[in-house]
Structure formats: C-alpha cells, structure tokens
C-alpha cells in the first residue's frame, strides 16, 4: 500500500480549481495551449504535487472546452490529459485518466464521432452493477478493505436489532442482498438474544433485473447453513422483479405476528427508472407491511444535476476521495482494485460524464432524499447511540481508521474519506399519512 502524501487528491482538485478560477481570465488564440495550465507552479508543493496540479488543472481546462463546445481546442488538452495521466499511476493519475477518457467519450458523441448506441453505456453499467450485486472477489475484496461499507452494514444492522428487539418472528426483508453478509451480522445478534429466542428469522431477499435467481439461491443457501450452525431457527425467500418498481406486497409472503424490517443499500441503483417514479410502487408495497424500521444506505453524492458542470465539479471531489482510499487500503498492484478501477469506477464515471438521457447513476444527497420520503409519508428515525457506538467501533478496527470520517446530517450518518462523504445511513418509519396522500400512493 502507498503512503499518502501531504496533498490528498481531493485537496489537489481544490488547489487545482483555486488556480484554474484565478487563470480563467487569460484569453489565448485558438491554436495554442493555454499558458496558465502549464507553468506558473504553485508555490510551497512538492515536484510530484506541483505535477499533479498541473494535471488536475489540464483536466479542469479539458472540461471547460468541451462544457463551452469547443471541441478543437478540448481536443488538444485531451491529448495532454491522456500523454500525462495513466491508469496504473498515482491516485491523481488514475483520476484525471478515467475523467478524461470519460470527457473523450462525451466529445465524441456530441461531434457525432461515436456513432455507437447511445444505450451502450447504459448497458455497461447495468452489466457491472450486476457483478457487484454477485459474489465477485474484486467487490468482496473492496468490501472488506473499504472502511465505508463495513460501518454502515453494521450500524445499520444495530438500528435493525434494537427495532425488532421484543419479537419472536422477523420477516428480514433485504432489497439488494448481495452476499449476505449483513445478514450473518443480524443472524449472529438475534442468536444470541437468549433472553427471548428467536422463534423464526425469515429472510425475503428482492431480485430484480441485475441479479439472477441462482446467485441468491446461492446466497440463501450459505445463510441456511450459517443458521444451522447458529442453532437460528431461519427462512429463505425470494421475491423476483424485473424492477424494484414492480414491487407488491404479495411478493414478500408477510405473515401475522411478524415484526417486519427492511434493509436497502444503494436503493437508486435498484433501479434504472427516474425518481420517484423507482419509488412509488415499492414504498406502496412497503407500507402495507408496517415495517418496524426501514433501514437505507445510500451514496452521498449530488449526481442527479442536469447541469453537466455541476455534475463534473461533484462527481471529481467524490470519486478522487475515493480512490485515494482505494490508494491507502488496496495495494497498488492488486488485481481486485485494477478490475475496480476499471471495469467498474470507469464505467461509472463514463456513465455520469458522457452520459445525458440514458444514465443510470443519478444519485442524490440525504437532503434531497428526506425531500422525496416525506411525500411517501416516511419520517425519519434517529439513529441510537449504540448504532452509532458500532459505526465508530467498525471504523477504528481499520488501520485507515482515522480518515474514516463520521458525522451527522440530521438524524443521518454520513460515513466519508478525509471529510469527503462517500455513504449515508438513516432510518426510516412509516407513519400514518393524509388521504390525499394516500390517494396518490394507491
């Protein structure tokens, strides 16, 4: 694993931005490279960081050539971006190399260059949300290396136990299982409740178009053989859609005297629909349940904007974040993080760069999420201190523990990388609604 340097990739995008803002007023012909991306060196950085924002300064010209629709000069700091950046280099390499290929691709479909269906990328990605959902090495191994998923899978399951704490029968209802390994953190909790045992654990795990049925039979199987071993009395479920929009309430076999919780991570990535039209019919279905407590994890990230600079500048701070943690926890030469980077980060970052119409990844902020539960009637729930106790446990057990930043946005858990936020956690309840509101939900 690298050191990390005085200048994070984030704060070289900031100083790069700052430098960029102060340059932009300088006019150049046409056939020339502007002079203030090269030169003029920031003063008090090191010879590779005065490189690397150089080169995070050539991109952010590359992006305002081609936000202005001036391709020929875009072009030629294209060429520059792709000379000085690479994939296998240092984390401001890697950025500026997948950003740039990115801004290649949106030029090129804009001059009519990419003559390929503009579904392409929309179905690259559909592909790679699909290996994620399975059980690939490459997203086990970031799992376990990341600290992000781990502390919110495990505060979030916290928030799960302590709202099912005096039932006997649990319907775990789990929109995007995966492996299952949050379901072996539950597992384990509820076993050990010897106070009032567990009388049934019935897990209905929701399947839809990136995720076929023999990989959460799979899944259901391990987690069967974990409750044997658990002495846990234990159900599997499955309830296939080909959206999570498809959702009823007859798919999830709801029984009397359940105490209902539902987990959803990554929910906007259930979906290839627009908000809220993902949402209405699976918070419909939901409600008729009466969860206890909805749990969500979702990416803190403003990447819904129309406004394509909007979406560049947001998308740039929360993927050089991210990579810089990949750059502390993942060797630089590790396969699982090459295939990461790029099979499945470069096609995010494609999907969100060159993309219009048919992107997939609009994710959106807390904030404009509690906007859009409110008018399904959830309110939001505060997260315990012991969930939150677990957040800060979980964080701690990584060595890149204390860049794993915690705060609260509300009553949210925002998890992030060097004060980045990468994920948030909340909890949610559904509460009675106004008939006019319950004569849209219907």
Not at 1 to 7: D, E, F, K
Not at 364 to 369: C, S, T
Not at 392 to 403: H, I, P
Request: proline share 2%.
């Amino acid at each position: 694993m690298s050191s990390i340097s005085r200048l994070s990739t984030v704060e070289v995008m900031r100083v790069a931005g700052a430098r960029f803002i102060q340059f932009s007023s300088q006019r150049c012909a046409d056939d020339s490279i502007p002079k203030h991306v090269l030169g003029c060196t920031p003063l008090g950085l090191s010879d590779q960081e005065a490189k690397d924002v150089e080169l995070a300064h050539l991109l952010l010209a590359f992006t305002d050539m081609v936000g202005k629709q001036q391709y020929d000069r875009a072009r030629k700091l294209q060429n520059l971006c792709h000379f000085l950046s690479s994939s296998t280099g240092n984390t401001v390499q890697r950025v500026v190399y997948y950003f740039a290929k990115a801004l290649e691709e949106r030029t090129d479909m804009e001059t009519g260059r990419n003559t390929c269906n503009v579904s392409k990328s929309k179905d690259l990605v559909a592909m790679h949300l699909e290996k994620s959902m399975a059980c690939c090495p490459a997203f086990f191994a970031c799992f376990l290396e990341l600290p992000f998923y781990q502390v919110t899978q495990f505060a979030g399951i916290q928030a799960i136990v302590e709202s099912v704490a005096s039932a006997k029968r649990i319907h775990f209802i789990d929109l995007a299982i995966s492996s299952g390994g949050h379901c072996t953190v539950l597992m384990q909790a509820l076993a050990s409740r010897h106070e009032q045992p567990i009388e049934m654990l019935k897990v209905t795990a929701v399947g839809n178009g990136t995720a076929s049925r023999q990989k959460l039979e799979d899944t259901g199987k391990r987690l069967a053989q974990f409750a044997e071993a658990l002495d846990l009395p234990f159900s599997f479920k499955i309830a296939m859609v080909k959206d999570i929009n498809d959702l009823n309430e007859d798919a999830f076999e709801s029984e009397d005297g359940e105490a209902t919780a539902v987990y959803c991570s990554l929910m906007r990535s259930s979906s290839m629909r627009t908000l809220p039209d993902c949402l209405e019919y699976a918070i419909t279905a939901l409600r008729k349940l009466n969860p206890c407590l909805m749990v969500i994890t979702e990416t803190e990230a403003n990447l819904y904007s129309p406004v394509f600079e909007e979406r560049f500048n947001e998308a740039l701070f929360y993927y050089s974040a991210y990579f810089d943690c990949l750059d502390v926890c993942m060797d630089r030469c590790s396969p699982y993080r090459r295939e990461l980077e790029e099979t499945y980060l470069s096609q995010q970052i494609k999907n969100i760069i060159a993309s219009e119409e048919e992107r997939i990844l609009r994710h959106m902020k807390i904030d404009v999420w509690r906007s859009l539960f409110a008018k399904f009637g959830m309110v939001e729930a505060e997260l315990s201190l012991s969930s939150l106790y677990q957040a800060d446990l979980t964080a701690k057990q990584f060595a890149c523990g204390k860049s794993c930043t915690l705060n609260m946005n509300g009553k949210c858990l925002t998890v992030g990388w060097k004060g980045t936020p990468i994920l948030s956690l909340s909890a949610w309840k559904f509460h009675a609604v106004s008939a006019k509101t319950s004569e849209y939900l219907m």
